[in-house]
Structure formats: structure tokens, C-alpha cells
């Protein structure tokens, strides 16, 4: 274990209970959605850290397929599975404010449709990872859709503004300069943005630890099991 | 070279098609179904129905495509039909362009099938909109493929195959859906001039998951 896998999770923890507090006591409500608006601070962090996240897999998956080493492809799970994580808290966040403010969950909005998209694409690759079969052969297929995936999501994004071309973009702008007033409020962002980025590296290095030990345990156990036939 | 080990591939796939019509049998019977089940399901007024015909169609061109798709792989599994072409040798992007095109064929002949369908099942007047719609169809059928086609020889292999195909593709194909549905409404109210901006999503897709294809097809078929 390496001094940054030690420091991470403090490092994290501190700025978290920093970032709730900032939330929850300092920061002001906004004026015109009221308390709703500050899991703002939550959700606008987890949807980079989902970004970053998929971004990851994708530079993991072209580093395993040119390389072929174990660990870019044990950085790409990990990294999927955080994104997927954090992509699932936008899209549990998001509907808890929508509700209010919108007065409705769910709406096919092109940034709202393009998040359960990519959450959509990267369950697959979790599904595809999980059920696929042989280990090097996973591997190897994970890492195509990985790219293929990063490839096409500029593609979707252009696509799902075709969904509402008739409709002002009415909904997409509620994170223009209006919403950000009081610097006490960007000072939150970057706070909790700091937090939540610290968290998903911490996540993310504690998974990739877990793969390696996961690959050495049964690479222990088939020498054991072989060095047992040997003798047997 | 590349071109002519691809069109042995085709030509191997249309003897199979045309011995054994499994492939193209289901798809249709699969298609016209959907489009029975579309229609009934929607219940609409005779004025509006023609409004659902894009989104029956490319609903119904995505679902009997997976099908498609996923059966002309399945093929190559059977008695490690796969592992004897690459073995052949055959290259892997001769591979990807050879399977490609009978994809596209299969969509093609599917589609030429389930159009007029729609169009009198749904009151659509398809003569005048039918040039323009072509272009939608080719550039969508294109696209379709070169995903699928990539995907599918994933998915044969792996264990949950019937449903990682859909899992897989479904999210990926969006543009092509969205793309397909909005540029046919286009075409049907306005013309082809009218579609350009839907096209030029579908085209950039087509682009965009052809070059992967052909790239990362090694990847994917390498034992």
C-alpha cells in the first residue's frame, strides 16, 4: 500500500464533512428554488466524477488492447464501475430536485436522456464483464466497447438534441451565470467537487487493489491445485 | 485482395441464405409482426396515424436487425466455423466487410418488405417520399451493420448471448434511431431537403463505427 492509498480516504472524509457543512449551514439558499437547490452541490459533482470516470475506461481500454498488460485492464473495471456508480447518484439526485422545481421526475430533456444513455452503456459493459465468459476474452471485448463507446458518445449527444429541435432549450440552462451568484456558492462547488473527486480516485485505487489481489489469490490457488496433482 | 476475400464472404453467406432462407424467413415473419403489434398497440384515429409510421418503422428495423445480425454469427460458431476462417487465413477487416454486407443486404430485403407494410397499414403515401427515403435507409442500414456486426461476433461468444446483443447495442444506437425516426418525419412531412441535420448525425455515425469497426475487428474474433 502505497502513502497516497493512505492518505486518500482521509483527505477525502476531511473534505466531505467540509463540503457538508457548506452545504447544509454556510452556503445561502437560492433565491428562487429555495433549499432544493443545494443538492446542486452534490449532483453537478458525481456527473463529472461519472464523466471522468468513463473517460478512464476508455484511455484504460486503448492502454490494455496496445499493451496487453493485466493492469490497464483491471484500471478500466474499476473505473466503469465508479462511473456507473456515480452516474446512478446524478440520476437519483437530479429527479429529487426535478420533482419540485419541475414539478415532474423525469423529462426527456437532451442532457437528462444523454445521462441514463451513458449509465445505460456502461451497465452493459458492467453486464458484459460480469456474464461474458472467459477472462482474457472478456478483457479483451470490454476494452472494444470501452473505445467504441467514448467514440460514439459525442454522436449521441448531437443526436439527442434532434429529440426536442422544436423546443427552446428551456431546461438546459438552469447552471448559467444566474445560478452561481454568491461566491459562497462557487467556494461549495469547488469544496464538494474536491470531495466527490477525492472519493472516486480513493474508489477507484481501492478497486483496482482488489483485481490485482482477486488475480493473485487464483493464480496462488491454481498452483496450489497443480502442485496437489503433482503428488496426489 | 481485401475486396475479394470480403465478397467470398458474402458470396458464402447468400449460398447459406439462399439454401437454407432461415435467416431472412424469420427476420420477415419477425418484422411483420412487429409492425401488426406496433399498430394495434397505438389504436390511432386513421388522421394519425401516419405520425407513428417513423418510429413503427425504425423500431421495428432495429429489433429484426439484432435478430439478423446475431443469427449470421451464430453460423460461424457452429463447429467453430469462425476459428476455420481466421485459420484460412483470412483477414480480419476483409472479415468485418464481408459480414457487413450481408447485413446490410439482409436489412435491406426486411425493410423492402415492412415499408410498403407500414405504408398501408398507416396511411402513409410512400411513392413520392420513396427516393428520399432510401438515402435515410442506406445511410441507417450502414450504421446499424458496422455496430452490429462488431458487437454480435462479441456477443456469440459470450455466455448471456441472446441478451447481451440488445444490451450492448441498444444504448450505442441511439443516434441511428434518433436520427432515423426524425429524419423519415421529415421526409414524410417536408422532404429530403428538410432531413439534413438528422442525416448528417446518422452519417457522422456511419463514419465514426465503420473506421472502429474495421480497427478493432482483430480484437475482437482473435482467439
Redesign the interface.
Known sequence: MRVVDVLLPWLAGTLMLAALGLIFVVVPSEAQMGVVQRIFYVHVPCAWAAYAGFVLVAGASVAY?ATGRPAADRLAVAAAEVGVLFCSLVLVTGPIWARPIWGVWWTWDPRLTMTV??W??YA??L??RS???EED??A??A???G???V??IP??R???R??H?IHPAVLTTREGSSGLADPTMRLTLAVSSAAVLALALWLVRSRVRLAALGASASRLRRELEAREGATA | MVLRTALAILAKDLRIEARTREGLASALVLGVLLVLVFSVAHDAPADRAPSLAPAVLWVTFVFTGLLGVQRSFVLEREHDALAGLLVAPVDAAALFFGKLAGNMLLLGVMQAIVLPLVAVLLHVELWAALPALLVVLLLGNLGFAALATLFAAITVRARAREVMLPVLLLPLLVPVLIGGVKATQAILVAGLAAAREPLGVIAAFDVIVTVAGVLLFEQVVRE
Open positions: 488492447l444513455i451513458l445505460a452503456i452493459g459493459y453486464l458484459l456474464f461474458g465468459g476474452a472478456v479483451r471485448w476494452a472494444v466497447l473505445i467504441v463507446g467514440l460514439v454522436v449521441i448531437v443526436s439527442v434532434l429529440l429541435g
